[in-house]
T-cell receptor, first 115, second 107 residues
Framework: KAGVTQTPRYLIKTRGQQVTLSCSPI?????VSWYQQTPGQGLQFLFE???????NKGNFPGRFSGRQFSNSRSEMNVSTLELGDSALYLC??????????????FGNGTRLTVT | SQQGEEDPQALSIQEGENATMNCSYK?????LQWYRQNSGRGLVHLIL?????REKHSGRLRVTLDTSKKSSSLLITASRAADTASYFC???????FGAGTRLTVKP
């Protein structure tokens, strides 16, 4: 069974631009969560989608948004990029919402660099 | 703020030694999970322990859970250089992660 696939693997953007990251979950998984990881802030929860609806949201500004499609694939968008948005963005899928007795399966992330 | 908080922040041991790291959480849980992250990669699920379990084993991993103290520990026995990674815990009711424990196993 294929794992979680995140594209692109690396991305370089300029301050002020916007970016869209993509995540394809494991087949059959309906929940997709996004995390931002930086050396200073660690691993921070962005949001979770289940059945095309945002179920949980972390403490990030509105510039960070996402969506989930009917095939469970998810995209994350960051508008008006700031230097501080440089990070490893990780996507994780699970069978059930909020991982009730169901572990998260992570992709290898998208490394975003904002210059 | 997140539920799971790992300590110590960093741990350095020699190959063959045991490594123990701890996790504390704040509210009641259904389960607690441990994950490993190699540098620059995604997290890998290691083990899930339910609230009615006190101990669980998986290969060289041993996890304990003390719900009265709201804490869990992960023991890696006979460590190897390949165990060098960051280790995180997370609870089911709040899938946020702490800062993790950075384990370095020296050959």
């Amino acid at each position: 069974k294929a794992g979680v696939t995140q594209t692109p693997r690396y991305l370089i953007k300029t301050r002020g631009q916007q970016v869209t990251l993509s995540c394809s979950p494991i087949s059959g998984h309906r929940s997709v969560s996004w995390y931002q990881q930086t050396p200073g802030q660690g691993l921070q929860f962005l949001f979770e989608y289940f059945s095309e609806t945002q179920r949980n949201k972390g403490n990030f500004p509105g510039r960070f948004s996402g969506r989930q499609f009917s095939n469970s694939r998810s995209e994350m968008n960051v508008s008006t990029l700031e230097l501080g948005d440089s990070a490893l963005y990780l996507c994780a899928s699970s069978l059930q919402q909020r991982s009730y007795n169901s572990p998260l399966h992570f992709g290898n992330g998208t490394r975003l660099t904002v210059t | 703020s997140q539920q799971g908080e790992e300590d110590p922040q960093a741990l350095s041991i020699q190959e063959g030694e045991n490594a123990t790291m701890n996790c504390s959480y704040k509210t009641s849980i259904n389960n607690l999970q441990w994950y490993r992250q190699n540098s620059g990669r995604g997290l890998v699920h290691l083990i899930l322990i339910r609230s009615n379990e006190r101990e669980k084993h998986s290969g060289r991993l041993r996890v304990t859970l003390d719900t009265s103290k709201k804490s869990s520990s992960l023991l890696i026995t006979a460590s190897r250089a390949a165990d060098t990674a960051s280790y995180f815990c997370a609870t089911d009711n709040d899938m946020r992660f702490g800062a993790g424990t950075r384990l370095t196993v020296k050959p």
